[in-house]
């Protein structure tokens, strides 16, 4: 798409969103449009601002419209791909990776992306045949690599996926994105293999190429404020929506503490919707001041963002009585989903804190996202943190919390997931007992997981690591 962010009113757009400040950059981007309506590029810059915040519906719309414009633009098909594969949409994906490459044969993103989605719903065949030609011409790219060591992984030829990476690795041709995500895959492989020095020498390496910056005073300094914002007493003054439902289930956890399955056992019920994790309720009005802004908060503008997330809610659900957001920043906002949604249900999701920190430091984060997720002692606090805001909530929220443990549903899938439903005021099916044959396409790091039954090798991994988890014990506190 000729042109696309080089336009001078967008300049300050691509600098706020390269800064990460994706609110304002949106914010900006619409007063934009306001003023030039059929502004291609300030729609185009709008529709990725959305995706990268998670509004994939608002993405979707807008890179339709550009679409309708400029129907000749693979570009527009890949990213339409891309939101339709988050959404779960597995064979929309793939349909508009095709047409993308209809366009442009070349275009080895959207050939990458059609394999990843093949392998992410089990088709492992059918990945590799996507690839095949290109392979055949000689050369891989990055992400041709990523995606080719992620099949062979799930196919258990771990060491095929580890001749992959390294010779990628060798290759010296890559950017420094795909080479964090190509040792994380010698990780995962090694990992399967049993040979933990070597899977924890890779995650380390991995792990301080992201360059994450994390200042844990200022993060505890922000918690504070958070919880002096929203005590039980400021939230007693706070006014409450005249709109209400039931439809809500708030899922809050840490990364990898067992939100993605928690959420599987309910969307298996056929009265329930797991929507996955969709944007962030601050996206909803000006919250640019969250939470400080709680004390200027009147009845009706907190009116209008309840209708508009209901709305959002039902939309997502398609006539489901229960819709599940599990979106990590769940944890923080519930303050505030708290007085949009005051007939809400919340799942807290707890997970062996060793187990749980292991998991996330051995995974692939955005580092803009979770930069705590890379350093041991940073993980500690972190995970401390977070136990810190959960145990606030419970205490200041008048919302129903029913607390799930990881190892809990791994040691007794049936009763936790009949007290789950119960919980949710519906009627038990069996069909929770079985939520991997559903085959849903799921958008997390646990995809791989959550389509298979329930198995116990996570429980206690920790101690494959414990020679190399001094930092972490110390954090966390652990004997």
Excluded at 227 to 232: A, D, G, I
Excluded at 343 to 362: E, F, G
Aim: charged letters at 30%.
């Amino acid at each position: 798409m000729a042109g696309i962010g080089n336009a001078h009113p967008l300049t300050r757009v691509k600098e706020l969103q390269r800064g990460g400040h994706l609110i304002e950059a949106a914010d900006l981007c619409r007063r934009i449009l306001k003023k030039e309506r059929k502004n291609l590029d300030a729609i185009y810059t709008l529709g990725v601002i959305m995706f990268e915040l998670g509004v994939q519906d608002e993405a979707e719309q807008l890179f339709k419209k550009c679409l309708a414009a400029r129907p000749g633009d693979a570009r527009l098909q890949f990213r339409l791909a891309q939101v339709a594969e988050i959404q779960g949409k597995g064979q929309e994906a793939i349909a508009r990776c095709k047409a993308a490459l209809q366009i442009d044969p070349d275009h080895e993103n959207a050939l990458a992306l059609m394999a990843s989605t093949h392998e992410r719903n089990g088709d492992l065949d059918k990945a590799r045949a996507v690839l095949a030609p290109r392979l055949e011409k000689g050369g891989m790219n990055g992400s041709l690599a990523i995606i080719l060591a992620r099949i062979e992984t799930s196919a258990k030829n771990y060491d095929e996926a580890l001749r992959i990476v390294g010779e990628a690795l060798e290759s010296g041709e890559l950017n420094r994105s795909d080479r964090i995500e190509l040792l994380n895959k010698s990780v995962k492989a090694l990992d399967k293999k049993k040979a933990y020095d070597d899977a924890f020498a890779a995650c380390r390496q991995s792990n301080e190429l992201a360059g994450a910056a994390f200042d844990p005073e200022e993060y505890v300094r922000n918690v504070d404020r958070l919880l002096e914002t929203f005590s039980r007493e400021n939230l007693a003054k706070a006014p409450r929506p005249g709109v209400e439902s039931e439809l809500p289930v708030i899922i809050a956890g840490m990364p990898r503490s067992g939100t993605t399955l928690v959420e599987q056992v309910i969307d298996a019920h056929p009265k329930a919707h797991g929507a996955g994790e969709f944007g962030d309720f601050k996206l909803f009005g000006a919250f640019h001041e969250y939470p400080q802004w709680l004390a200027q908060l009147g009845q009706e503008e907190l009116d209008r963002h309840a209708r508009e997330a209901i709305a959002y809610y039902r939309n997502l659900g398609g006539g489901a009585a229960r819709v599940v957001n599990k979106s990590l920043s769940n944890v923080v906002d519930l303050g505030l989903l708290s007085l949009i949604f005051p007939k809400a249900r919340v799942i807290r999701t707890r997970r062996d804190p060793m187990d749980n920190c292991l998991s996330i430091y051995m995974q692939s984060f955005n580092p803009e996202k979770a930069a705590f997720a890379f350093d041991q002692r940073h993980l500690g606090l972190y995970y401390r943190q977070h136990e810190r805001i959960m145990d606030h909530w419970q205490n200041a929220l008048d919302l129903p919390i029913y607390e799930v443990r990881y190892e809990e549903v791994v040691a007794d899938q049936e009763r936790i997931s009949r007290e789950l439903i119960e919980f949710l005021g519906l009627e038990w099916d069996d069909a929770c007992l079985k939520f991997y044959e559903k085959k849903r396409t799921v958008m997390t790091l646990s995809y791989d997981q959550v389509n298979k039954p329930i198995y116990t090798s996570s429980v206690e991994r920790w101690r494959n690591y414990e020679k190399h988890l001094g930092p972490l014990k110390e954090a966390l506190g652990v004997g």
